[in-house]
Structures are given as C-alpha cells and as structure tokens.
C-alpha cells in the first residue's frame, strides 16, 4: 500500500489539490486533455506530479474561458512535442486577446457599479434618493429624475463639484 501512494496521486488526491472534481478529472481524461495518459495500477488511475501541474494549467486556461475544443488542441500540440511551438504560441496569444477583452468589458462593468454605489450613497446621505431613476415615474415633472446609468464625463464630475 506505501508503494502506491509513493508511485503517484490517486484521483481523489488530485481531486483535493486541483478543486476539480473526481468526475471533472474523469471528464478531463476522457476529452484527452492530458499530454500523456492516466497510468493504471490495480485498476485505478495514478497520476503523476506532472500531471497534477498540467491540470493546474488546463483548469486555469478553463477558468479564462477557453474553450475545451482549444485546450485539447493545445494539449494535442504539447504531445507532439517539438518543432510547434509557433502554434502553441498563436494559440495562447489568441486566448490572451480574448482574455483581455473579457477583463476590458468586466472593468467597464465594476466602473458603472461603482458609479451607481456612489450614486445611491450620495443621493441616500442627501436624502435625494426619490429622484433617483425609477421607469415608472420616467419623463415626471421637475426636469425629471437622475438616470445614473454610466459614469459621469470630465464635466459631470467638474459640474458636481
């Protein structure tokens, strides 16, 4: 019994160190999303430590967003070895680009709902809170209520003061 638990992870320990779950790692295996395969000892899979970092890649890059059709691919690329690397490279720079745009479209955002916060606490301290924007009073008498739907321009923030 030593002897297993020093050649190599069972799935539950991968399972622990990686978040993934047993049925995750199983589904991970079953896409090819390994560079190597799984070894078997007594009919249960034992993975290695490079393993284990491998799937820390692979749950990162899922993470992000990319899809398990491209991990493969990547994955696919690894196991061919040498001479790919130019693909590999074209492959995370795309999924990077990708990225980049999701952090861009998140950031605008976490702007707006900081925006909105202030907005709420402003008019909230101020006791103005009624004027805040509401679709079923939209277009009231008195200039109408404040939108607070994106944040202020230079002159905005300039105009309040």
Partial sequence: MTGQHTAGLSIGQVAERTGLSVHAL?????????????HRQGGRRVYTEADLEWLTICVS???????????????????????????RLELL?????RVLGQLAELTRALELTRY????????????????????????AAGGGPVACTAPPTADDAAAEG
Avoid: C
């Avoid at 907005?119 to 939209?138: F, S, V």
């Fill in 93 to 97: 720079r795309e999924h990077e680009a």
């Fill in 61 to 87: 890059l899922r993470s992000s967003g990319m899809p398990v059709d491209q991990i493969r691919r990547y994955t696919e690329l690894v196991r061919d070895g040498d001479g790919n690397e130019a693909q």
């Fill in 116 to 139: 909105k916060i202030g907005a709420y606490e402003r008019h909230l301290t101020a006791g103005t809170a009624d004027t805040l924007w509401n679709p079923h009073r939209a277009g």
């Fill in 26 to 38: 199983r589904f991970y295996e079953r896409q090819e999303l390994l560079p190597t395969p799984v």
